[in-house]
């Protein structure tokens, strides 16, 4: 039987520039795309799902998407809930069986160890849920209820839009491409917050209001995205870049 992890292990991040134009254009976007982050749409769930269920910002790379992801948290009213994962050693021998309801992840991509959770926040699932009809990775909900092992969320677009699902933990298999650093498993939520999304996450529906925030020039890479994630559809797009003012785009 593998035994249970004594210490828990860190997740090195990149954490992007902290500059002063940095901030600014981050804190611009968030502000074009949510408005007042304690304003009256926050008071309900009613309210919370309808502002946020058509509203997102989409960064190129991972860690600008966490880092937007925390400061939206931070800023935003709710009781904060934190899942912290329950770590246990990979004993070597041990055979994973296709059904085993083990999924396999690189560190890089596992999910975070202490996950930063509140009723009303945007999530996307990372992998395929089968419950009740499934749900596809990739698909993006509002937190209704959090509980002792399971949480609950409305869907944010389309045909089921507003129907309530229930999302639980799983088992990953965190891997390692470093031979000596030990492989381990991890009872976790398959989640990540949703204010912000990369690009390279798949939403099946347009959004209403978006934010995209451009570290370089990468126009090219943009556009290729844009079909990608429904966002012409987009009634308005605000595009942030460090070196560029804001630019509105309406349809």
């Known amino acids: 039987m593998p035994r249970q992890r004594s210490t828990p292990t860190r997740q090195a ?13 981050i804190d611009k976007v968030i502000g074009d795309v949510y408005g007042d982050l304690k304003g009256g749409w926050s008071d309900t769930m009613g309210k919370t799902f309808e502002h946020l269920c058509d509203r997102a910002i989409f960064s190129q790379s991972a860690a600008t998407t966490s880092l937007i992801n925390q400061r939206i948290c931070e800023l935003i009213g709710g009781e904060p809930y934190t899942s912290r994962a329950e770590d246990v050693f990979y004993s070597p021998g041990c055979v994973l069986h296709e059904f085993s309801g083990v999924t396999p992840v690189p560190s890089e991509w596992a999910p975070v160890r202490d996950m930063g959770l509140k ?7 990372t992998e395929h849920n089968f419950l009740k009809g499934g749900l596809v990775s990739g698909t993006r909900m509002i937190i209704t209820g959090l509980y002792d092992g399971f949480l609950k969320a409305q869907l944010t677009a389309g045909p089921f839009k507003g129907d309530e699902v229930v ?9 390692h491409q470093d031979s ?7 009872y976790q939520y398959p989640l990540v917050p949703a204010y912000a999304v990369t690009f390279h996450f798949f939403l ?12 370089q020039k990468v126009y090219a ?31």
């Open 13 to 25: 991040i990149t954490t992007p520039d902290s500059s002063t134009a940095w901030d600014q254009a």
């Open 119 to 125: 009723t009303g926040m945007p999530v996307i699932i």
């Open 167 to 175: 999302i639980g933990k799983m088992w990953f298999l965190v891997t």
């Open 180 to 186: 000596s650093a030990q492989d381990f498993f991890r």
């Open 204 to 215: 099946s529906e347009g959004l209403r209001i978006s934010g995209v925030f451009l570290e």
């Open 221 to 251: 890479e943009f556009i290729q995205s844009v079909n990608k994630i429904g966002m012409y559809k987009c009634k308005q797009m605000f595009i942030v870049s460090r070196s560029k003012n804001v630019v509105l785009v309406k349809d």
